[in-house]
């Protein structure tokens, strides 16, 4: 898309539901890239075992399942996959299921993994070493250079767009959508938080150590109370750095 076309309107006649599940087009390239985490109000997204299902009640749950249908492909880190074993697919709404990306550099997931059925949905299985197992069946091999272990985002986005996937919800967990951040590759981040303490548990973000609150960036938030609880919609368009589509690290 180029960058004077117009970003398209937020409907005016769509309830809040809706209307935080529209993903407006990209600012600084054709792709949107939505980060989504259910976290609790100090910060959790899981328990110490892994255990979140579920961190949020039916309303959020209802939003994720909407702003699944209006993306393309919702990608999840292997963490997430080993540990829920979710089907992303739309269930509580009507709509499209999107394309299931799993980024699995090791190639850890097992074949009977419920994301790899077959529904009719593209499934697509990122990893940086060949898989061990036998691909189950119609899904689509990516193999990605990793350095130290890393995936760079921007790569995983080249990989996706050449595949035509251009709206992505990066869905969790903590340690991708970090990833994610600390590459400047999201354009917004949908935070839902439930009225929660957990004290304990896994924290919804690792990026990097500040010393002062001069270091910390103050987000460009809108607040949107859905019953006891409430979804950030935060706008990260200022750290979100352009990608270069003609530059692959794909192995194809
Ligand atoms: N409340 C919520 O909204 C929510 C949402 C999703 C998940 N969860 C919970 O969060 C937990 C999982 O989160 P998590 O942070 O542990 O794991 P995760 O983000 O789901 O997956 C992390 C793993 O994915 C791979 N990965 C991610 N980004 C990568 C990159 N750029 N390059 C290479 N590899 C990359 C790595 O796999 P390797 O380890 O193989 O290197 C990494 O260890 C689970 O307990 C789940 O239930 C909660």
Same mark, same amino acid.
């Given at each position: 898309?180029?960058?004077?076309? $117009? @970003?398209?309107?937020?409907?005016?006649?769509?309830?809040?539901?809706?209307?935080?599940?529209?993903?407006?087009?990209?600012?600084?390239?054709?792709?949107?890239?939505?980060?989504?985490?259910?976290? &609790?109000?100090?910060?959790?997204? /899981? &328990?110490?075992?892994?255990?979140?299902?579920?961190?949020?009640?039916?309303?959020?749950?209802?939003?994720?399942?909407?702003?699944?249908?209006?993306?393309?492909?919702?990608?999840?880190?292997?963490?997430?996959?080993?540990?829920?074993?979710?089907? %992303?697919? @739309?269930?509580?709404?009507?709509?499209?299921? $999107? /394309?299931?990306? #799993? %980024?699995?550099?090791?190639?850890?997931?097992?074949? +009977?993994?419920?994301?790899?059925?077959?529904?009719? *949905?593209?499934?697509?299985?990122?990893?940086? !070493? +060949?898989?061990?197992?036998?691909?189950?069946?119609?899904?689509?091999?990516? @193999?990605?250079?990793?350095?130290?272990? !890393?995936?760079? $985002?921007?790569?995983?986005?080249? /990989?996706?767009?050449?595949?035509? %996937?251009?709206? @992505?919800?990066?869905?969790?967990?903590?340690?991708?959508?970090?990833? =994610?951040?600390?590459?400047?590759?999201?354009?917004?981040?949908?935070?839902?938080? *439930? $009225?929660?303490?957990?004290?304990?548990?896994?924290?919804? =973000?690792?990026?990097?150590? #500040?010393?002062?609150?001069?270091? /910390?960036?103050?987000?460009? &938030?809108?607040?949107?109370?859905?019953?006891?609880?409430?979804?950030?919609?935060?706008?990260?368009?200022?750290?979100?750095?352009?990608?270069?589509?003609?530059?692959?690290?794909? !192995?194809?």
């Amino acid at each position: 898309m180029p960058l004077d076309t $117009p @970003v398209p309107q937020l409907p005016t006649t769509l309830g809040t539901l809706d209307a935080l599940a529209f993903v407006p087009a990209g600012t600084k390239d054709d792709m949107t890239i939505v980060g989504q985490l259910g976290q &609790t109000l100090d910060g959790r997204i /899981a &328990t110490i075992t892994g255990h979140s299902r579920y961190v949020n009640g039916p309303a959020s749950l209802m939003h994720l399942h909407q702003l699944r249908a209006c993306v393309d492909a919702v990608l999840v880190g292997v963490g997430t996959a080993l540990a829920d074993d979710p089907q %992303l697919n @739309v269930r509580l709404t009507k709509g499209r299921n $999107p /394309a299931r990306i #799993i %980024l699995d550099p090791n190639a850890r997931l097992a074949p +009977t993994a419920k994301v790899w059925h077959e529904d009719g *949905a593209r499934r697509v299985w990122l990893v940086s !070493n +060949t898989p061990a197992s036998p691909i189950p069946p119609g899904v689509e091999l990516v @193999v990605l250079n990793a350095s130290t272990g !890393n995936i760079d $985002p921007r790569d995983i986005l080249r /990989a996706l767009h050449a595949r035509g %996937l251009k709206r @992505v919800l990066i869905e969790g967990g903590a340690e991708t959508v970090s990833r =994610f951040i600390r590459a400047g590759c999201l354009d917004r981040l949908h935070l839902l938080v *439930a $009225p929660i303490i957990m004290g304990s548990g896994r924290p919804a =973000f690792n990026l990097p150590a #500040i010393q002062t609150m001069n270091e /910390a960036t103050r987000l460009n &938030t809108k607040a949107y109370v859905l019953e006891d609880e409430v979804i950030y919609n935060i706008d990260l368009s200022s750290q979100r750095l352009p990608i270069d589509f003609s530059n692959t690290s794909e !192995n194809r």
